[in-house]
C-alpha cells in the first residue's frame, strides 16, 4: 500500500464512492489544497480514518495527542511559537530522536526547522489536526506562547531565514525561467482517480522544494540522462550526466542535504524515514510540453544518502533503426535476423547505451495485426501501442523467468525480455525459441563474441545455445561533435599508433573536433550516436560454440565473415566527421587481428 495514492485507497478501503472521489477532486482543482482536507470537509469520512490512511500510506504512525500525557521537559523543547507555526507537538525523546505529532508530517521544511533548531533527530508521526489544536491550546497556554516570543524569534532568526535567502539564490542560479516552477508538474497515470498527494503537502513553496524543482528542470533543459546528488563532509555536490559523462552543476551547503534528498524521496514515493536501505521509486514529471519519468535510487553513504535520478524523456525517444546510427551493412545484417520466425536475438552492452531504444525500434518495426508480441520488462519506459508490456514485479514473484513461463501460454509469436540475467531465463528463452518463437533481450557484456562464453557461463549448454540463437548485436553510444564549434585538427600519428589504429588509414582523412560554445556547454559535443557490431550465427561459429572456442576464436570467425566491429564503426564515424578520434579511443579497443 506504500506509494499508492490516498484516493485510491480510500476507494480500495470502502471508505468513499467513486462518486465522492470524483465531487472531492472538482472542489480541489477548483479551490486548491489537499484531497483528503476536502474529503472531510464534504464529510465524506472523518479525519481519523483520513490519518490512519495516510500513516499508513507513508508507513508513519498515527498519535492520538488526546491520550497523552507530556512531560514539561519535553514540551520545552520545541518554543510555542513554532510549535503553533507548524502545528506539531513533541511526544517523546528516544535518545537523540523527538518524536513529534504533526498534521503534515510530510512538510520538510518544519521538519528541517526542527532538527536545525533542536539539534535532534525528528521523527513525525500524523495527528488529526483537530486533536492538534487543542493539544496546543492544552499544553501552550497563550501566556507562554508571549514569554517564549523572544526565545523563539531569535531562533528562526537564526535558522529559517538563513536557510530561505541560501536556498533562494541557489534556485534562483539554476532557474531556467519563472513557469518552471508551474511547468514542473507531477504527471498521473491517465487510470488514475486523484493528484499525488504528497506533492500538495504544504511544502510547494519551500525554497527547498523550488530548489530541487529547478534543478529537474536545469537537467532535462540540457539534455541529461542523470542527476546525482552526492553528500560530502562540507557540501552536496550535484552533477548531471550529459552525452555520457558528468559534469558538476552546483554544491549546496551540506545542510540542505536531508531536505533534498527527502523531497525526491517523496516525488519517487519512497519511505523518507528509511535512510540506512537502498531504495528504489520511480515518478512521471511534466517540464513544459515535455513528458519524462524519473526513476530515483538512493543508497547510504559515509556522509548520508546519495541519490541518483534517471531521467527517460520520452520526447526524444526515436524508435526507427534507420536513424540509431547503424552501419548499412550491419542494420541489414540485424533486420534479417528479427525478421526470422524463431530463434533468439540478444543485444549486449553497458548500462545506458541505447539497448532498449534499439528493441523498441525493432519491435515497433515488426508491429502488426496479424502479430502477438509480448514484452516482460523492468520497468516498462515507454508505452507502445498495440503491444503486450508487462511491468516485472519481484515482490510478488514476477521475475523474467516466472513471465517467460506465462507468456508461452499465451500465444505469442514475439517476446521481448527485458535481460536475461540467469540461467533459468536463459533456459525457459531458449525453450521459447525452439518451440516457434522469436525472443529478444539484452545482456551485459563487453563486445558480440563475449556473450556466448558469457550465457554459457551462466550454465547454458553449448549445443542448446548454438541451435537457439541467430545473431548478437552489441554497441555503444558515441558522442558527436557539436556543429556550432566543429573545426578541423590533425590527428598525432603517435596517437594513432598508442591506440593500434593504421595512421596510413587517415593520412589523407579531414577529422574535426568541437571548440566548445554555448550551444554545447563549451563541451565540444552536442547528442550521442550509437556504434553498432552484429555477428549473425552461421554454421561456422555454431561449430565453436559447441566446442567449446573461446572469445578471441569467435571474434576473428566473424570478423572473416564481414562483421564490422565496434571499433571499426566508431573509425567510420571518425572519418565521416561525426565523432573525434578522442571518442572512439574512449568507447571502443582493437578488436581481434
Not at 535518545?95 to 536545525?116: E, Y
Not at 553513504?301 to 525517444?317: A, N, P, Q
Not at 513471465?403 to 535481460?419: F, K, N, S
Request: charged fraction near 30%; proline fraction near 4%.
Amino acid at each position: 500500500m506504500y506509494g499508492m495514492k490516498i484516493g485510491q485507497m480510500l476507494l480500495e478501503g470502502g471508505l468513499i464512492t467513486r462518486e465522492q472521489l470524483e465531487e472531492a477532486l472538482k472542489i480541489q482543482r477548483a479551490e486548491g489544497g489537499r484531497l483528503g482536507a476536502v474529503l472531510v470537509r464534504m464529510n465524506a469520512l472523518t479525519e481519523t480514518d483520513l490519518n490512519s490512511y495516510l500513516a499508513r500510506q507513508h508507513r508513519i504512525e498515527s498519535t492520538n495527542v488526546d491520550a497523552l500525557e507530556i512531560d514539561k521537559e519535553t514540551l520545552s523543547l520545541i518554543p510555542p511559537e513554532i510549535a503553533r507555526r507548524y502545528e506539531v507537538i513533541p511526544i517523546k525523546r528516544v535518545g537523540k530522536t523527538l518524536v513529534v505529532a504533526m498534521t503534515d508530517p510530510s512538510n520538510l521544511f518544519a521538519i528541517d526547522d526542527l532538527r536545525f533548531s533542536i539539534g535532534c533527530e525528528i521523527e513525525p508521526h500524523i495527528c488529526a489536526s483537530s486533536m492538534v489544536m487543542r493539544a496546543l491550546r492544552k499544553f501552550y497556554p497563550e501566556t507562554e506562547a508571549i514569554v517564549s516570543l523572544d526565545a523563539q524569534k531569535s531562533i528562526m532568526e537564526k535558522q529559517s531565514p538563513a536557510v530561505e535567502a541560501s536556498s533562494a539564490e541557489e534556485a534562483e542560479d539554476l532557474l531556467v525561467g519563472d513557469e518552471v516552477f508551474e511547468s514542473l508538474i507531477v504527471e498521473e497515470d491517465e487510470t488514475a482517480v486523484e493528484e499525488e498527494d504528497v506533492s500538495a503537502l504544504q511544502v510547494s513553496d519551500s525554497p527547498v522544494v523550488k530548489l530541487v524543482n529547478s534543478i529537474i528542470a536545469d537537467a532535462v533543459k540540457r539534455g541529461a540522462s542523470d542527476i546525482h546528488i552526492e553528500p560530502f563532509e562540507k557540501y552536496v555536490r550535484i552533477r548531471f550526466r550529459i552525452d555520457g559523462v558528468l559534469h558538476e552543476v552546483m554544491r549546496p551547503s551540506r545542510k540542505y542535504r536531508s531536505a533534498i534528498v527527502s523531497r525526491l524521496k517523496i516525488l519517487g514515493g519512497m519511505n523518507i524515514a528509511e535512510r540506512h536501505l537502498p531504495q528504489d521509486g520511480r515518478q512521471k514529471i511534466r517540464v513544459g510540453d515535455r513528458f519524462v519519468d524519473m526513476r530515483l535510487a538512493t543508497m547510504p553513504t559515509l556522509f548520508g544518502e546519495k541519490v541518483e535520478v534517471r531521467l527517460l524523456d520520452r520526447s526524444k525517444v526515436i524508435l526507427d533503426l534507420e536513424k540509431l546510427g547503424f552501419e548499412e551493412e550491419s542494420l541489414r545484417e540485424f533486420r534479417r535476423a528479427v525478421k526470422k520466425p524463431y530463434g533468439i536475438v540478444l543485444v549486449t552492452g553497458p548500462t545506458g547505451c541505447g539497448k532498449t531504444t534499439n528493441l523498441y525500434s525493432a519491435i515497433t518495426e515488426l508491429n502488426d495485426i496479424g502479430v502477438n508480441i509480448m514484452t516482460a520488462e523492468n520497468p516498462v519506459e515507454f508505452n507502445l501501442k498495440g503491444i503486450n508490456q508487462v511491468q516485472m514485479n519481484e515482490d510478488i514473484g514476477l521475475t523474467f523467468a516466472s513471465a517467460l513461463r506465462a507468456y508461452l501460454r499465451q500465444d505469442p509469436d514475439i517476446i521481448m525480455v527485458g535481460e536475461i540475467r540467469d540461467q533459468e531465463t536463459s533456459s525457459i528463452a531458449i525453450r521459447a525459441a525452439l518451440t516457434g518463437h522469436l525472443v529478444l533481450s539484452t545482456t551485459h557484456t563487453n563486445d558480440a563474441p563475449s556473450t556466448i562464453n558469457r550465457l554459457i557461463d551462466m550454465g547454458t549448454e553449448p549445443f542448446m545455445l548454438s541451435t537457439s540463437l541467430i545473431a548478437i548485436c552489441s554497441q555503444r553510444l558515441i558522442r558527436r561533435i557539436c556543429p556550432k564549434c566543429k573545426t578541423p585538427v590533425q590527428i598525432p600519428v603517435e596517437a594513432l599508433q598508442e591506440a593500434n589504429i593504421d595512421p596510413e588509414r587517415f593520412a589523407s582523412v579531414t577529422c574535426y573536433e568541437g571548440t566548445g560554445c554555448d550551444y554545447c556547454n563549451n563541451t565540444g559535443y552536442r547528442g550521442r550516436e550509437g556504434i553498432f557490431e552484429v555477428m549473425t550465427i552461421d554454421e561456422d561459429i555454431r561449430q565453436l560454440i559447441e566446442s567449446d572456442a573461446n572469445t578471441i576464436q569467435i571474434e576473428k570467425a566473424a570478423l572473416s565473415k564481414g562483421m564490422i566491429n565496434l571499433r571499426e564503426a566508431a573509425l567510420r564515424k571518425l572519418e565521416r566527421g561525426i565523432t573525434t578520434f578522442e571518442e572512439v579511443v574512449r568507447g571502443t579497443v582493437g578488436g581481434a587481428e
